[in-house]
């Protein structure tokens, strides 16, 4: 797990007269954390790896030196955030050349963030949080009211610990472990096992209710337990248990849905998945974020280095709360991705998706299609999606929900679904930001098969 503490020496009156309204600063120089993901690659190369950094870099440094055409979605991404990224100088000089944001089509350069790579090339991953790099991104943070120091880089460590699981019919879920909310799906997955697998298989209302409310049940359970380990225990071994599951299930209504279950904040993000396997039969299942569309929205001076906004994203204000700021503290966040083994124990199929809170619940809709309806990968990539999450609502009641569908499931079952008492918003037919890719693996013959979700510009190559 590549996540980064806040900063150790900002404080929690801090944050509270930075932010509004009760909530972290969102943006800018407070909502930074440690940036784990380069050490966390040097950890899995120095593990798992067959080629060097500066071998697996060059492609990156000449992308960012040489260039490269930004895609549509490329594009509007810049365009969509053009005005948290005109608020820093630093990030407008990347990102808004000339003042404007690039088309589609336009080569985009990336020179301070060439510069930085070739450092780390040169020098190894540790050069980000011992060397010159560290001190810059200091040195930056110190210029602009920022907490991040070179010494809080100095600190980091990836901590490499064994995943979460627990057994879907015979078959093992692994899921990325604290401070990921990774133990929502697996939750999940314990709840609906209760119920009928030809159930789920048809992927109609009754289906969709009765995951619905599973993840309704693991998110109030997430908000409500789950922390950073450093900071306290979550009760992983009760949450995770078969007979807690059986506890949730009992508290579905298969006629109606919920409306008292805690929510809690949701959010999108701007996260990055892949998933590869080697004829050696090695899979890995990989995500990584900045959190929000263009993090902090902050480039840090000339290393072009883009700062995530994982603290002020994550953490709450709240006195008493599992997930409150406090220094040197991993915030939750809602990185998390899967692998699967069958019921021999081999390593079958490795997937996941970005998509902020949206995943787990993706996720959860790919197992269950994958398990129960006997979907192969590309088909689970295609399927329609929904996801459940805090609406407004005008009636004012006390907690209500959105069920968010994309179109395609049919008017049968989006009408069954209001008939249930979901409150529905029609997202079109391929509507959702989910952007699945999976890998399934033969574990007799080695044949393995990709599955890319056409929503997003991802694709399957095999060489």
């Not at 790099?133 to 901590?159: C, K, P, Q, W």
């Not at 953490?315 to 409150?324: A, Q, V």
């Not at 991705?337 to 959860?364: K, S, Y």
């Not at 699945?436 to 991802?458: K, M, N, W």
């Amino acid at each position: 797990m590549g996540s980064g503490v806040a900063p150790r020496s900002a404080t929690l009156e801090q944050m509270r007269a930075a932010g509004t309204d009760g909530r972290m600063p969102y943006r800018g120089p407070l909502a930074v954390s440690v940036p784990g993901m380069v050490d966390a690659y040097d950890a899995l190369l120095a593990r798992l790896g067959s080629r060097s950094f500066a071998d697996l870099a060059q492609p990156a440094i000449s992308q960012a030196e040489d260039g490269y055409a930004l895609s549509v979605i490329g594009a509007w991404s810049i365009a969509s955030a053009r005005e948290l990224i005109a608020q820093f100088p630093a990030t407008a000089a990347v990102f808004l050349p000339g003042g404007e944001a690039p088309a589609p089509g336009s080569i985009l350069k990336q020179p301070g963030l060439a510069r930085t790579l070739r450092t780390l090339a040169a020098e190894g991953p540790q050069a980000f949080y011992r060397g010159g790099i560290a001190r810059e991104i200091g040195a930056f943070m110190v210029a602009n009211g920022g907490a991040l120091s070179a010494e809080d880089l100095a600190g980091h460590a990836t901590e490499v610990t064994a995943p979460l699981q627990t057994r879907y019919r015979g078959h093992t879920v692994f899921q990325t472990c604290l401070p990921s909310q990774g133990l929502i799906l697996l939750e999940a997955l314990n709840i609906i096992e209760q119920a009928d697998p030809a159930l789920l298989a048809r992927g109609d209302a009754a289906a969709i209710h009765l995951m619905a409310e599973a993840i309704k049940l693991a998110y109030a359970d997430r908000i409500a337990y789950a922390r950073d380990p450093a900071f306290g225990e979550t009760p992983l071994d009760q949450l995770l248990s078969k007979s807690w599951a059986q506890q949730r299930f009992a508290q579905i209504d298969p006629d109606h849905a919920s409306e008292e279950t805690p929510p809690g904040p949701m959010s999108d993000g701007d996260t990055t998945y892949l998933c590869v396997a080697d004829g050696s039969g090695m899979m890995v299942s990989l995500i990584q974020s900045v959190s929000s569309n263009f993090g902090s929205g902050m480039v840090a001076g000339d290393t072009g280095v883009l700062l995530n906004n994982r603290a002020g994203r994550g953490f709450t204000l709240e006195d008493g709360h599992p997930n409150i700021f406090a220094p040197g503290k991993k915030t939750l966040h809602t990185l998390n991705c899967w692998m699967l083994a069958d019921p021999q124990g081999r390593m079958t199929l490795v997937g996941g998706t970005p998509g902020g809170d949206g995943q787990p619940q993706w996720n959860l809709q790919m197992l269950v299609n994958l398990i129960d309806a006997s979907l192969d990968v590309q088909a689970v990539a295609d399927a329609p999606r929904w996801t459940v999450w805090p609406g407004t609502d005008p009636l004012d009641r006390p907690n209500p929900y959105e069920l968010r569908l994309e179109t395609r499931f049919g008017d049968p079952t989006l009408e069954g679904l209001e008939a249930l008492g979901h409150r529905l918003v029609r997202q079109g037919g391929w509507g959702t930001a989910c952007a699945a890719q999976l890998i399934a693996r033969d574990p007799d013959t080695g044949v393995l098969v990709g599955g890319s979700d056409p929503r997003a510009e991802g694709l399957a190559l095999g060489y």
